[in-house]
């Protein structure tokens, strides 16, 4: 059953695999029910979380089974919870491929004016390639675009379109994958199969590997960026909890 779940997570298009999760996670939470780890998105513990990720960055314990949080999601969520005014001012959103497990949430907060894009996803509002986004410049107070600038073929360009439609004092999170031990983001063009892709920059159909240089390509873009570090507001043992990585920063934007 284990080796079925990680073909299928590893097999399937995205699109696909989002329609299948709605009734996948209305069993779940049956078969993982305890108190070992916790969610704080759904606020439901669990005996563990599922497993995730690619053949290379294959990862246990980290997959929510009721809403499908990953670590970057619950991560992030702290964050607006308890450092921002996500939850309590009137705010325009523009949400890039956004994820299920924020998606619904979003939606129903009565002080959003919540938008969603993608190019393929069937929950977004809007269809569009984010090199060009189609919407009017200073138009939004947050934006967030979460795992998606390792797959554009011009991260630069689609990080200037992100600071053009956002409004001057908005802000935003624009998390990646990034591998802490390289200085410098990893591209090479001539890398086209998936199988390559997926060895050198950890997913097939990624076309770089960020590294610690990633700020300094969101200050290119005219950001100003500040760190969150989950080990400066928890402890350890909640972070284990929550099953959080202590390693990764969540990267906040400004404009």
Not at 172 to 196: A, C, F, H, L
Request: hydrophobic share 35%; with cysteine; charged share 30%.
């Amino acid at each position: 059953m284990k080796k079925l779940y990680k073909y299928l997570l590893n097999k399937l298009p995205r699109p696909l695999l989002i329609r299948l999760s709605y009734p996948f996670k209305m069993v779940a939470p049956l078969l993982y029910k305890g108190n070992k780890v916790e969610c704080p998105v759904c606020e439901k513990s669990f005996s563990k979380f599922l497993s995730y990720g690619s053949n290379v960055a294959h990862r246990e314990n980290v997959l929510c089974p009721y809403d499908l949080t990953l670590e970057r999601h619950r991560l992030m969520w702290l964050y607006l919870k308890n450092e921002s005014n996500f939850f309590t001012d009137d705010l325009k959103v523009l949400h890039i491929a956004p994820e299920q497990c924020f998606h619904s949430r979003f939606k129903k907060q009565k002080n959003l004016d919540y938008l969603t894009g993608d190019l393929v996803s069937p929950i977004a509002d809007m269809h569009f390639d984010l090199h060009q986004i189609p919407l009017e410049d200073n138009r939004f107070d947050v934006v967030f675009c979460n795992h998606v600038l390792e797959h554009v073929d011009d991260a630069k360009q689609c990080m200037r379109e992100l600071h053009r439609v956002m409004k001057p004092g908005g802000w935003g999170i624009m998390q990646v994958p990034q591998d802490i031990n390289r200085e410098k983001t990893y591209e090479d063009p001539s890398i086209t199969s998936p199988e390559e892709r997926e060895k050198h920059f950890w997913q097939k159909d990624h076309v770089r590997l960020f590294a610690l240089d990633y700020p300094d390509w969101l200050r290119e873009a005219g950001f100003k960026v500040e760190e969150y570090d989950p080990t400066k507001h928890f402890a350890m043992e909640k972070i284990e909890r929550m099953r959080i990585s202590p390693t990764e920063l969540l990267y906040v934007v400004s404009k």
